[in-house]
């Protein structure tokens, strides 16, 4: 039975106190149990101060039965909404079958005190994929960060700038380094390397490697290389070769051009005559003298007294075909020899003499006076020697 207390009212245990006609609202203690309130409607509790909810010695459940009806918390009005403190344990926000969306008007901050992360179990993680046209900042505040995009065990790493440019910046050295090949390509533009006006080296290739470096393919529209007002330096430890479909020019500016500063320089292929040379030698001795294959191939003048009825003969055919193939020129009928000078400066004879192989023609003495040799292969291991004395 209830009774009266002065402004209390008391029930026994076990009974229920019922408000409406209906009883569409029932409070209920159970004793030791807990306390039940339960309406069949709407169940409303406001204060104009602070309602407080709490529990001390169990769990707060708000939402906890198994009933699929949404759960509201401060969906009006200008207010704060809180949930957890800095001495929480844990908060867990679980969106269960659904989504879990958390929006903001203004500023959203997540902040941690120790490590974030983002995971996904099943789907990919989404940053900033909407169509909405605000900037992405990725580890922009000013620290000193470690920023790691992807891992070794990456499928792929893709990075789109879309209609605007994507620029990769560091205040020290940038690495681009790949397991396979590295391409760097342009759809619609140049592919600038070293294009800013910082006076900063460009090396390629540089590293101890023993690398092929090919620079443009037989489809290249042009290669220009410009040394600027430094100087340009070309340099093989073996063979340096320098080939052209139409015309080779050297020096078109009007400037000089040095080719090698070791006296001995070969180039030049048998089919097409071509030689250049440097380096001659100047026998001043006089008399009797033999040239030999080096001689005639980089140059010999004979300047000085004869001394008498003496020859000057030429090296054989043979040794100078066995000189230029050990430098990878094969010699064949047309191809020419540096010019064999020769000034006597006495009134006696020197004869220009035939080594095996060689045919001298045109006057073979020479008397007093200069006279220039031709030398042309006729055939492998055969050659002319014209002498043609100065008028």
Not at 35 to 64: C, K, M, P, R
Not at 249 to 264: I, M, S
Not at 363 to 387: H, L, Q, Y
Request: include cysteine; proline fraction near 1%; hydrophobic fraction near 45%.
């Amino acid at each position: 039975m209830p009774w009266l207390s002065g402004s209390e009212l008391h029930v026994d245990d076990g009974a229920q106190v019922s408000f409406g006609n209906t009883d569409d609202m029932t409070i209920s203690h159970s004793g030791t149990a807990a306390a039940v309130v339960n309406s069949t409607g709407a169940f409303t509790l406001d204060s104009v101060g602070a309602v407080a909810i709490e529990s001390s010695a169990g769990s707060l459940s708000i939402g906890a039965d198994a009933i699929g009806q949404s759960l509201f918390l401060g969906t009006a009005g200008a207010r704060v909404i809180q949930v957890g403190s800095a001495g929480a344990a844990s908060l867990s926000l679980d969106g269960g079958a659904g989504a879990l969306t958390a929006q903001c008007d203004l500023q959203c901050d997540l902040d941690s005190q120790g490590i974030m992360s983002i995971n996904s179990s099943a789907g990919a993680i989404n940053v900033g994929n909407d169509a909405v046209a605000q900037a992405l900042n990725l580890g922009t505040g000013a620290a000193a960060r470690v920023i790691t995009v992807g891992n070794a065990a990456s499928a792929s790493l893709s990075l789109e700038g879309g209609v605007g440019g994507a620029t990769f910046q560091c205040d020290l050295a940038m690495d681009l380094d790949a397991g396979t090949a590295l391409s760097l390509n342009s759809a619609g533009g140049a592919i600038n390397v070293g294009n800013d006006a910082v006076a900063q080296p460009v090396n390629i290739a540089t590293g101890a490697a023993a690398r092929v470096i090919t620079i443009g393919d037989a489809a290249s529209a042009s290669c220009s290389i410009e040394a600027g007002v430094g100087s340009m330096s070309l340099t093989s430890d073996t063979t340096c070769t320098i080939s052209q479909g139409t015309v080779l020019q050297l020096g078109a500016g009007g400037a000089a051009v040095n080719v090698a500063q070791a006296p001995h320089l070969l180039v030049g292929e048998a089919t097409d005559g071509a030689y250049v040379h440097q380096g001659y030698t100047i026998d001043v001795a006089g008399g009797v003298q033999t040239m030999s294959a080096a001689e005639m191939c980089n140059g010999y003048y004979y300047k000085g007294a004869a001394g008498g009825g003496v020859a000057l003969t030429t090296a054989a055919a043979a040794d100078i075909q066995t000189y230029l193939a050990a430098r990878g020129i094969t010699t064949a009928a047309g191809m020419c020899l540096p010019d064999v000078l020769i000034d006597v400066s006495d009134a006696n004879a020197l004869t220009v003499t035939a080594g095996a192989g060689f045919t001298v023609l045109g006057s073979a003495a020479v008397n007093n006076v200069g006279a220039v040799c031709k030398v042309i292969f006729t055939g492998a291991a055969t050659a002319d020697i014209i002498v043609v004395l100065s008028s």
